[in-house]
């Protein structure tokens, strides 16, 4: 309870309430795990080192899984209870959450938003799969299904996947 207390800044609403103390090679260390669905990864603090207060790791993790808006919007509130609304409303299973298979087709779920890389990659990986001619990513319907709530992502032209999809090939082939 004395050190929930202390934990009042918002990177802590990324993390369980209640942390893991351990002992590594005969060092002392507090483990905080993460809150997001699917993520067993835990940031752990040692407590011998000067820098035994510090959070970037913290900040660090909870961008590559929440993404940096939600970070970033979670960080302009003032404390852990405030963040912690914040990323309740970005934490959920549903079906517009993205996507990717990992081990034997599993289907595990991102909080975050795709990356234009990591975007044009699934974009080119499902049209070649699925067979989806490339102008499907102009089609209303497609965009539709892409960019609720989010008008400004981005969705690569149509030269661009067929010229991700030949580079693909072309590395494929050799």
């Known amino acids: 309870e004395q050190l929930k207390k202390k934990r009042n800044s918002p990177i802590y609403a990324f993390y369980h309430p209640v942390l893991d103390i351990g002992y590594h090679e005969g060092r002392c260390y507090h483990e905080f795990k993460c809150v997001a669905t699917g993520c067993k990864k ?8 000067k820098d035994a207060k510090s959070m970037s790791n913290m900040w660090k993790h909870a961008k590559i899984c929440w993404g940096e808006e939600t970070v970033k919007l979670a960080d302009e509130t003032k ?3 405030e ?4 990323i309740s409303g970005a934490k959920d299973d549903s079906i517009t ?3 990717k298979r990992t081990g034997k087709g599993k289907v595990t779920y991102s909080h975050r938003q795709h990356t234009r890389t990591e975007t044009k990659a699934e974009i080119v990986w499902w049209v070649a799969e699925s067979l989806q001619p490339f102008m499907i990513v102009k089609d209303c319907g497609f965009q539709s ?3 609720p709530g989010r008008p400004e992502y981005y969705i690569p032209s149509p030269l661009t996947v067929l010229r991700d999809i030949k580079l693909v090939f072309a590395h494929i082939r050799q």
């Open 42 to 49: 835990g940031v752990r603090r040692f407590l011998d080192k």
């Open 79 to 81: 404390n852990s209870q």
């Open 83 to 86: 963040a912690h609304t914040i």
């Open 97 to 99: 959450a993205s996507f």
């Open 145 to 147: 299904l892409i960019k």
